[in-house]
């Protein structure tokens, strides 16, 4: 049975000119520690201790030998994003972080593809950038689930979707820049709590607002993380709807008709969430996901679509790779 795992992350190890600069500038950069040990790093700042299967090609195909994962997708690691600098700056950073994403790719073409980034906080740029990406090889494009205050239903972030399906890049929505972290100083709370409510917020703005009745109905869409809390909170939506005016003010249609819009991945880790997630989602809207090599993601590549005893074979074959293989136009 195919496998093919559409969202995790690496980060290129870049030349000691960038690095140098990185460190003076604040931008993000990879310390390697020796030992196939490094961090990620802010700066001068570590922000997160890694393995070389993060920056090392051939280790990543070694490990995609172990699990026994025939292509994976990857993406940025979130903190590569740069909203926060100039436009500019963020649209040089994409275009050298979104070519060594195909260098890393081109040492085993066949394992490994990839979604681009772009600089978001300029339209125009992140719609140039997408389109040159995708002339590299890109199979689609990585971004953050809100920009500043802006959530997706934000116009321009409506007209780059838009400019996604015109052409023909799957759109991966990854959490970032998490709420109300000054309350979850512990605990890893903002990836546990506010990670996944960022999700459903970035699902329900496109829903309620509307939106999905604009995009194009070729949008290919998918949101990592099970989609965060919005399988498991959906009926408190739909209640909303039906009893509330202003929660159905520009949704002109019940929210759980809109499932058929968007992809979530599978990265739930847990077989009674899995079981939810396909039976609101549907069996043909849930990529596996690991969200591989962090910690926080499925270690055994798989191993929750492969033991639940609930699926059919065929039902394991499309969320494994036939569910991945139409969102990427494969």
Same mark, same amino acid.
């Given at each position: 049975? &195919?496998?093919?795992? !559409?969202?995790?992350?690496?980060? #290129? *190890?870049? %030349? @000691?000119?960038?690095? /140098?600069?990185?460190?003076?500038?604040?931008?993000?950069?990879?310390?390697?520690?020796?030992?196939?040990?490094?961090?990620?790093?802010?700066?001068?700042?570590?922000?997160?201790?890694?393995?070389?299967?993060?920056?090392?090609?051939?280790?990543?195909?070694?490990?995609?030998?172990?699990?026994?994962?025939?292509?994976?997708?990857?993406? &940025?690691?979130?903190? !590569?994003?740069?909203?926060?600098? #100039? *436009?500019? %700056? @963020?649209?040089?950073? /994409?275009?050298?972080?979104?070519?060594?994403?195909?260098?890393?790719?081109?040492?085993?073409?066949?394992?490994?593809?990839?979604?681009?980034?772009?600089?978001?906080?300029?339209?125009?740029?992140?719609?140039?950038?997408?389109?040159?990406?995708?002339?590299?090889?890109?199979?689609?494009?990585?971004?953050?689930?809100?920009?500043?205050?802006?959530?997706?239903?934000?116009?321009?972030?409506?007209?780059?979707?838009?400019?996604?399906?015109?052409?023909?890049?799957?759109?991966?929505?990854?959490?970032?820049?998490?709420?109300?972290?000054?309350?979850?100083?512990?605990?890893?709370?903002?990836?546990?709590?506010?990670?996944?409510?960022?999700?459903?917020?970035?699902?329900?703005?496109?829903?309620?607002?509307?939106?999905?009745?604009?995009?194009?109905?070729?949008?290919?869409?998918?949101?990592?993380?099970?989609?965060?809390?919005?399988?498991?909170?959906?009926?408190?939506?739909?209640?909303?709807?039906?009893?509330?005016?202003?929660?159905?003010?520009?949704?002109?249609?019940?929210?759980?008709?809109?499932?058929?819009?968007?992809?979530?991945?599978?990265?739930?880790?847990?077989?009674?969430?899995?079981?939810?997630?396909?039976?609101?989602?549907?069996?043909?809207?849930?990529?596996?996901?690991?969200?591989?090599?962090?910690?926080?993601?499925?270690?055994?590549?798989?191993?929750?679509?492969?033991?639940?005893?609930?699926?059919?074979?065929?039902?394991?074959?499309?969320?494994?790779?036939?569910?991945?293989?139409?969102?990427?136009?494969?």
């Amino acid at each position: 049975m &195919a496998v093919i795992d !559409m969202h995790s992350h690496f980060f #290129p *190890a870049m %030349d @000691a000119a960038y690095c /140098a600069r990185a460190e003076a500038e604040g931008l993000p950069w990879l310390r390697d520690a020796g030992g196939g040990k490094g961090f990620i790093m802010q700066g001068a700042s570590e922000f997160r201790p890694v393995d070389d299967v993060l920056w090392d090609p051939a280790r990543r195909v070694e490990a995609l030998d172990a699990q026994g994962i025939d292509l994976q997708i990857l993406c &940025a690691t979130p903190i !590569m994003f740069g909203y926060s600098l #100039p *436009a500019t %700056d @963020a649209r040089d950073l /994409a275009q050298r972080f979104n070519d060594e994403a195909i260098a890393f790719c081109g040492h085993a073409p066949d394992r490994m593809k990839a979604l681009a980034q772009v600089p978001l906080q300029d339209i125009d740029m992140a719609c140039a950038e997408v389109s040159r990406a995708m002339a590299t090889g890109h199979l689609g494009v990585q971004i953050g689930n809100h920009m500043g205050m802006r959530n997706l239903d934000d116009e321009g972030l409506l007209t780059f979707l838009t400019h996604c399906a015109e052409v023909g890049a799957a759109v991966l929505i990854h959490p970032w820049d998490m709420m109300a972290r000054e309350r979850m100083p512990k605990y890893m709370l903002p990836w546990l709590v506010a990670m996944p409510a960022e999700t459903q917020l970035s699902i329900l703005s496109l829903i309620l607002s509307g939106a999905f009745e604009r995009l194009p109905r070729s949008l290919r869409i998918c949101f990592g993380h099970g989609g965060g809390s919005f399988a498991f909170l959906l009926g408190r939506v739909e209640n909303a709807w039906k009893y509330r005016d202003i929660v159905r003010a520009d949704c002109p249609q019940p929210p759980s008709t809109y499932v058929d819009r968007f992809f979530v991945d599978s990265a739930v880790f847990d077989t009674r969430a899995l079981s939810l997630l396909i039976d609101v989602m549907g069996e043909d809207r849930v990529l596996l996901g690991s969200d591989h090599p962090f910690p926080l993601g499925e270690q055994d590549i798989g191993s929750l679509v492969r033991g639940h005893d609930g699926l059919s074979g065929e039902q394991k074959a499309k969320i494994l790779s036939g569910n991945a293989k139409a969102f990427l136009n494969l």
